[in-house]
């Protein structure tokens, strides 16, 4: 982030990276689940966990790409940055960050009990499947509680990317009432 950036610009950057965080924790934890419960969880499951759990990340973190790499940003970039960046009112800042850091815990926390709270019996001693959700189950349920509480935990993304927080860098439109 440059020194000139705005402070709706480290505002999403904030954001951007607490949803990032929690893509990269579910991606280590499920990397590292074969390590942890070996007979339960093998390396040639990550992939297809990790498809069945990026759900949860992949269109918030989308949505930041779509900011940072579109044409209009290239314009304004190559314009240059504004002279006084306009600031985030605290209030909705603090609480972007809040929702968002409560958000992405709660869904690591839920990714986490899937994978290394709920039972599954080693392979060895299961003799045939095992009563119970499987944990790709496990983690689909991880992804529709994401999609229930999307509403409140992308409505900081959404004032960041389209709604109540803008930078100074967009063209203002001219008050039809003063010309």
Not at 87 to 96: D, K, L, S
Not at 145 to 172: E, F, K, N, Y
Request: hydrophobic share 55%; net charge neutral.
């Amino acid at each position: 982030m440059s020194a000139g950036a705005s402070a709706v610009e480290r505002l999403r950057f904030q954001v951007f990276l607490i949803w990032f965080g929690g893509l990269i924790a579910t991606a280590l934890a499920i990397l590292a689940a074969p390590a942890l419960r070996p007979g339960v969880f093998f390396h040639d499951q990550a992939a297809d966990l990790f498809l069945v759990a990026a759900p949860s990340w992949i269109p918030t973190v989308a949505c930041f790409g779509a900011i940072w790499f579109n044409s209009r940003a290239e314009q304004r970039a190559a314009r240059g940055s504004p002279s006084t960046p306009r600031e985030v009112p605290t209030n909705p800042a603090r609480a972007a960050r809040l929702i968002t850091m409560l958000s992405v815990a709660l869904l690591v926390w839920f990714e986490f009990a899937a994978l290394y709270l709920s039972e599954f019996p080693a392979v060895e001693e299961a003799l045939e499947i095992p009563q119970g959700r499987s944990i790709e189950e496990r983690l689909a349920a991880v992804v529709k509680v994401a999609t229930l509480l999307s509403p409140m935990s992308l409505a900081p993304v959404i004032w960041l990317t389209r709604g109540g927080a803008h930078d100074d860098s967009r063209p203002q439109k001219a008050d039809a009432g003063a010309a």
